[in-house]
């Protein structure tokens, strides 16, 4: 089992830039694919960016693609999302998330352990 926990969400202009963090317990961090995913108010929550295991390949929205870097660090047991050029439609609490079984993908079921979110408002 794994609990995660989101960082670094606030207030920011448009065009700026805010770097999110999720840190996850255990020891066996490296054994999940993550991934970012962010619900606005009134929206479905919706897919962001994933990473693969090993951290080689990662996957984005195309929304934010070229916009938001997704990394991982195994041996901080951490993962981050880089976001710059926010905009306000990026304006939603943002949920990290880990798939023991999966490879890491938009699909939310494959993902069985979820943080408690971050809220990121862009404001114009």
């Known amino acids: 089992q794994v609990q995660l926990v989101e960082s670094g969400g606030g207030l920011v202009l448009a065009g700026g830039s805010l770097s999110l963090s999720c840190a996850a317990s255990?020891?066996?961090?490296?054994?999940?694919?993550m991934g970012w995913f962010r619900q606005a108010p009134g929206k479905e929550r919706e897919f962001v960016a994933a990473?693969?295991?090993?951290?080689?390949?990662?996957s984005y929205a195309d929304s934010v693609k070229g916009r938001f870097t997704i990394s991982r660090d195994n041996a901080k047991n951490t993962v981050y999302l880089q976001m710059n050029s926010l905009k306000p439609g990026d304006t939603a609490g943002y949920y990290c998330?880990?798939?023991?079984?999966?490879?890491?993908?938009?699909?939310?079921?494959?993902?069985?352990?979820w943080g408690q979110g971050t809220q990121v408002t862009v404001s114009s």
């Open positions: 998330a880990a798939s023991q079984y999966y490879s890491g993908s938009y699909r939310q079921w494959e993902y069985n352990y």
């Open positions: 255990g020891r066996t961090f490296s054994s999940y694919a």
């Open positions: 990473i693969s295991r090993s951290g080689d390949s990662t």
